[in-house]
């Protein structure tokens, strides 16, 4: 596996594996990487003969008093992991190669509607910051498949979206959320939990599968929601949202069935989590 920080030399790489007509597989990560990466690495070769994975820290998603200088940036471990996990490249750009004319005059993306809900609304500007290093990257790379992950469920709502109007020549590809075994999902942010905060982390999933089950019994929305708030409050959790939507991430009209998903934010102490489930309602 090589690693490599011009985009020169990732260009050159990659046209070379073109010219031997190999398709060309992508991850895209800020580092500090888990297991669930690492499954996404494992999806993009199912699904391609060459596979690059970027490690970039962005600046442009991170908003006023979030972690982008604390965000842990661990780049050895981070090579040892993704070449065991089958990554030929690692693309690991400056912030200068990645915005010449530097983060703040940088000519920005936005998704409209998708993004201005639920994280969208909690965390502004965030999913501009988002679509504009993933078009980047999708510029850089050229890739004929990209991989992310359920865990981050609605900025892979923003990327289809972003995919189908920009036309970008691709194939998204969603990998499952990856556990640990008492349910919390992983994320890079979970170091930031106290030993005591990460026992009671995860009632966050516990809480979605709550407000699944009450769903599958008939109650209101509101009323799996109010319960699902109430249980995290009750848990330490200062709670952004958690809410039943469609696929589509609209709220779902009174009376329909077919495809839902659970999804909560919620502070714990100062690392704030994410988390969603999807399920089915069924008729009747």
Not at 114 to 135: I, K, M, Q, W, Y
Not at 148 to 171: E, H, M, N, S, T
Not at 201 to 220: F, I, K, N, V, Y
Request: hydrophobic letters at 45%.
């Amino acid at each position: 596996m090589d690693i490599c920080g011009e985009l020169t030399d990732l260009r050159l790489r990659v046209a070379a594996w073109r010219r031997e007509g190999l398709r060309i597989g992508f991850v895209p990560t800020m580092g500090n990487l888990h297991a669930g990466h690492y499954s996404l690495v494992r999806l993009a070769r199912d699904h391609a003969d060459r596979v690059v994975a970027s490690v970039f820290v962005n600046p442009t998603q991170f908003g006023p008093g979030e972690d982008f200088a604390r965000y842990p940036r661990t780049p050895e471990r981070d090579a040892a992991g993704l070449e065991a996990a089958g990554c030929d490249l690692v693309w690991q750009p400056s912030v200068e190669t990645m915005y010449p004319f530097g983060a703040e005059h940088a000519v920005r993306m936005r998704v409209p509607g998708v993004t201005e809900v639920l994280d969208g609304a909690h965390r502004p500007g965030h999913f501009d910051g988002v679509c504009t290093v993933v078009s980047r990257l999708f510029n850089q790379v050229q890739p004929d498949v990209a991989a992310f992950g359920r865990k981050d469920y609605q900025q892979l709502a923003v990327i289809r979206d972003l995919v189908r109007d920009l036309a970008f020549p691709l194939r998204l590809l969603a990998g499952d959320t990856v556990r640990e075994a008492d349910g919390l999902a992983m994320s890079s942010r979970n170091q930031y939990l106290s030993e005591a905060e990460r026992s009671v982390a995860p009632e966050l999933h516990r809480a979605l599968l709550a407000m699944r089950d009450a769903a599958w019994a008939g109650e209101s929305r509101a009323s799996a929601e109010a319960a699902a708030r109430s249980r995290l409050q009750a848990a330490g959790f200062q709670v952004d949202y958690a809410v039943i939507r469609t696929p589509a991430l609209a709220e779902p009209e009174a009376g329909t069935d077919g495809p839902r998903v659970a999804l909560a934010a919620a502070r714990l102490g100062a690392t704030r989590l994410i988390d969603n489930l999807e399920f089915e309602l069924p008729p009747g």
